[in-house]
């Protein structure tokens, strides 16, 4: 039976688990170890602080995540599998408020970068030109 995330090691299970799944995808994975270079033993634990204070309140991750996604080569496709993958890892391993509360954050969070990025209009709709 799945509990709900309810600590700072739930956080760290989801984080592991999800970035796993980034790794080993055909759209995203390019992005993250090939345009990005990501260092993962540096970028882990800064999400573990970010998650934790999205929905926990900490205060652990101090940062601005937006300005350093503005120089990747992404678009609606890539936010989408993005978000798809947050929430197909939460619902493998939780299942509770704050299981749903993490899944709507992130899909808020890609949101707002994509609207910040132009990819998308304030209703969700994609620019056209």
Same mark, same amino acid.
Do not use: C
């Given at each position: 039976?799945? +509990?709900?995330? %309810?600590?700072?090691?739930?956080? @760290?299970?989801? *984080?592991?688990?999800?970035?796993?799944?980034?790794? #080993?995808?055909?759209?995203?994975?390019?992005?993250?170890?090939?345009?990005?270079?990501?260092? &993962? #033993?540096?970028?882990?634990?800064?999400?573990?602080?970010? &998650?934790?204070?999205?929905?926990?309140? +900490?205060?652990?991750?101090?940062? $601005?995540?937006?300005? @350093?996604?503005?120089?990747?080569?992404?678009?609606?496709?890539?936010?989408?599998? &993005?978000? #798809?993958?947050? +929430? $197909?890892?939460?619902?493998?391993?939780?299942?509770? #408020? %704050?299981?749903?509360?993490?899944? $709507?954050?992130? +899909?808020?969070?890609? $949101? *707002?970068?994509?609207? @910040?990025?132009?990819?998308?209009?304030?209703?969700?709709?994609?620019?056209?030109?």
């Amino acid at each position: 039976m799945k +509990t709900d995330i %309810k600590d700072e090691q739930d956080i @760290k299970l989801l *984080v592991d688990t999800f970035y796993v799944s980034v790794r #080993e995808d055909d759209l995203l994975e390019p992005i993250f170890d090939g345009f990005a270079q990501v260092n &993962w #033993e540096h970028h882990l634990p800064i999400m573990y602080s970010f &998650w934790s204070s999205v929905l926990f309140g +900490t205060m652990a991750y101090k940062g $601005q995540p937006f300005p @350093k996604h503005m120089r990747l080569p992404v678009d609606r496709q890539h936010f989408a599998r &993005w978000v #798809e993958l947050f +929430t $197909q890892t939460v619902d493998s391993l939780f299942e509770g #408020e %704050k299981a749903q509360e993490i899944k $709507q954050k992130a +899909t808020s969070i890609a $949101q *707002v970068f994509q609207m @910040k990025m132009g990819l998308i209009g304030i209703i969700g709709k994609e620019y056209s030109a």
